[in-house]
């Protein structure tokens, strides 16, 4: 790399390099656990985990608007639906909502919609935020036919049979309704019937449920439906999803004809046409909240007239018609009893809070994230303070800061560790970095947490790999690093405690169809450091093999497309470590799949890439990327200097503006269909 590339990258394209690999790195891991919470209904880590890193990711997405991705976790409707159901298409997607987490942001929503539709006498009509589990019902000539999750919003899981087993669904209508039509709402768990459970299922010593809306989900994902009826479920209704036929045109007829039909309406429900009683009815709700027997986040605020709301349209997956506005999260104070520290796969150490035990929005939290040292330092937290503690968005454990009028000269300031909790080695942290790090490779937190990833659904997948596995196979002596998975056997699998035949065979057939997983993949899979699931793919599509990959120099990585310097030494050091090319020999020889579909790059477009950005009308987003990289072209997510087109839709955002900055072409989709005509293809 030359000096004058060096002098070319600035502090501030530097900062926004990072945070797109951070970024990366946040949906990555996200997505995997969504898939757990919401599909499965097993998470692996707890709620403050989780919302820790959605939180990061949200934070930087405000920092860095041009890193947000139409799949990033915070665009999209989370949780793919399960195959075991079957799965249901959704005539008409189910949206997620915006939020407004006080009363400036709540009039700045107002005031958008008010520009938009050109009205200022917007009815509006306000419901409690259920915290549940949201379904689609259809009904065909007065029968309840057909049930289904949300799932990614576009396709959900058949779930009728369970549904039915909850008595305020009527399974046929008293009176008159369309021929056919949908109704949509949210199933939840009763907070008395969530504790009565509870202590029945630890009187019989039994797993207890982790919150009400867990409980309410894991219930109407059984696969056995007797199991469902057992559970204290409940269901409002809130919309109409469409309808074959006359129907009511405004969201409060269409609660009233709901509830003279026979389903069950929030009598909480209530019409404003003024915006300052909107405001008041929402601070009442406030102290309101604890009074009932079901969770509830926030109240939901809908424009009223669906002509309107069909001109307002949606933005991304969510309509600019409607709004939740979340309830200031709920505090206490405790005792922070220690400061301790996790290491992850990459050796970085992150401090965590060990706190004496508090309920906090009806949820038992002792432990809560603290980021990193500086984070420490800047809010002036002590081991041994009186520190409040809240869960922002009734979610997320975090540490506000201390009350510092309550210590006592007792309390101890932190300091990050001089060597790693895990394996005592000294630890490192670069002057340009706020991470600290454990530099051994051989570090046990480490490898577990590189085993743990290298098997995760978004890396190679194998199924039965989970952490309680990896743990085994570590401790047993079976594993030293990823490429031993490989090796493994049924005669050594069974030898493990409570493994046995048919699980080990299971695990194998897991690890044997990992083999065949795409290059991407692999590297990705691979834990190398900067390296998130879309630098993997870029890589991969590049070089088309691992071998080329190896061979290319820094600055041949650091000519890839959205690839800068600092991630370009990374890689360039992974493949110039003889402990990760053993790993990767492993591998080579087990049968991974270490070579990409080249040919599959080739195409009228290859050597171009592309940004997309702006609201599109003759592709979606997803098909415009898809379209490109069929034909050869490469995605970014940012507009840079090495960036060839950005095809604009409406409202392109901060990435225009790059490209002019870059003087990168901007295309609008009739500039890029003229591209695609220019070589002999019609899209």
């Known amino acids: 790399m030359s000096d004058d590339d060096l002098q070319e990258t600035t502090p501030e394209e530097r900062d926004a390099q990072e945070a797109k690999l951070r970024v990366e790195e946040l949906c990555s891991e996200i997505n995997y656990h969504d898939y757990r919470y919401h599909v499965l209904d097993s998470p692996e880590i707890d709620d403050a985990k989780y919302d820790a890193l959605m939180r990061e990711l949200r934070g930087l997405e405000g920092r860095f608007p041009e890193l947000i991705t139409p799949d990033s976790p915070t665009q999209r409707v989370s949780g793919q639906p399960i195959e075991a159901f079957g799965v249901v298409e959704h005539r008409q997607q189910m949206l997620s909502l915006g939020n407004a987490f006080d009363e400036a942001e709540l009039r700045a929503w107002h005031k958008r919609v008010a520009g938009l539709s050109e009205r200022d006498d917007l009815a509006l009509v306000c419901e409690p935020k259920i915290d549940g589990l949201a379904v689609a019902l259809v009904f ?18 058949n779930i009728t049979q369970n549904l039915r087993t909850i008595r305020s669904i009527p399974l046929s209508l008293a009176k008159s309704a369309p021929q056919r039509f949908e109704v949509r709402g949210e199933v939840y768990m009763t907070k008395s019937g969530f504790e009565a459970l509870n202590e029945e299922r630890g009187a019989q010593g039994q797993q207890l449920f982790a919150s009400p809306r867990n409980s309410a989900a894991g219930s109407l994902r059984q696969l056995d439906s007797g199991v469902t009826a057992t559970r204290p479920l409940d269901i409002f209704l809130y919309q109409l999803g469409w309808a074959e036929g006359s129907a009511p045109q405004t969201q409060w007829e269409t609660l009233q004809w709901l509830g003279d039909l026979g389903f069950r309406v929030n009598p909480h429900i209530k019409r404003f046409t003024d915006l300052e009683a909107v405001i008041e009815h929402v601070k009442g709700w406030e102290a309101q909240r604890d009074s009932l027997d079901y969770e509830i986040d926030g109240l939901v605020i809908k424009v009223d007239e669906f002509a309107v709301q069909r001109g307002l349209g949606i933005v991304g997956r969510e309509p600019r018609w409607a709004i939740a506005f979340k309830f200031p999260p709920t505090q206490a104070t405790t005792k922070l009893r220690d400061i301790e520290t996790n290491v992850g796969r990459t050796g970085v150490l992150t401090p965590f809070a060990v706190l004496e035990p508090v309920i906090v929005a009806h949820a038992r939290v002792g432990l809560a994230t603290l980021h990193n040292e500086e984070d420490i330092r800047r809010k002036d937290i002590r081991i041994g303070d009186t520190v409040i503690v809240q869960r922002a968005g009734d979610v997320i454990p975090q540490v506000v ?11 101890k300031p932190f300091k990050m560790p001089a060597k790693c909790p895990v394996c005592g ?3 490192v942290k670069p002057e340009d970095e706020v991470r600290t790090y454990c530099p051994n490779r051989a570090c046990p937190a480490q490898i577990f947490r590189l085993l743990t990833h290298f098997a ?36 050594k699998l069974v030898t493990l405690e409570r493994m046995g035949e048919k699980s080990a065979e299971n695990l194998l057939a897991g690890i044997e169809a990992s083999k065949q997983r795409p290059l991407g993949r692999v590297l990705f899979a691979l834990g190398i450091r900067h390296v998130g699931g879309e630098t993997a793919d870029l890589l991969a599509g590049h070089f088309g093999n691992i071998d080329a990959i190896k061979e290319a120099s820094a ?23 003889d402990q990760n090319l053993s790993v990767i020999e492993k591998l080579r020889n087990a049968g991974v799949k270490l070579e990409g579909a080249a040919a599959a790059r080739e195409g009228p477009l290859m050597g171009s890439t592309f940004v997309v950005t702006g609201s599109l009308s003759r592709w979606s987003r997803n098909e415009i990327e898809s379209l490109i990289k069929r034909l050869g072209g490469g995605v970014g997510s940012s507009v840079t200097k090495k960036t060839s087109y950005l095809v604009a839709g409406e409202s392109p955002g901060s990435k225009l503006t790059k490209a002019e900055e870059y003087k990168v072409p901007v295309l609008d989709e009739d500039g890029f269909q003229a591209l695609l005509q220019a070589h002999g293809i019609s899209a």
């Open 555 to 577: 600055e041949d990585l650091a000519a890839v497309s959205s690839i800068g310097p600092k991630v370009a030494e990374s890689i360039y050091a992974y493949f110039h470590d």
């Open 456 to 491: 995760s659904r978004g890396a190679m997948d194998i199924e039965g790999l989970g952490e309680s596995m990896a743990q085994q196979l570590l401790q047993s002596g079976l594993v030293g690093d990823i490429g031993d998975v490989y090796d493994l056997t049924k005669d």
């Open 140 to 157: 065909e000539n007065g029968s309840f036919v057909q049930g289904a999750t949300r799932g990614d919003g576009t396709r959900g899981e």
């Open 425 to 427: 080695h000294d630890v």
């Open 401 to 411: 800061g201390p009350v510092v009028s309550l210590r006592s000269g007792k309390e």
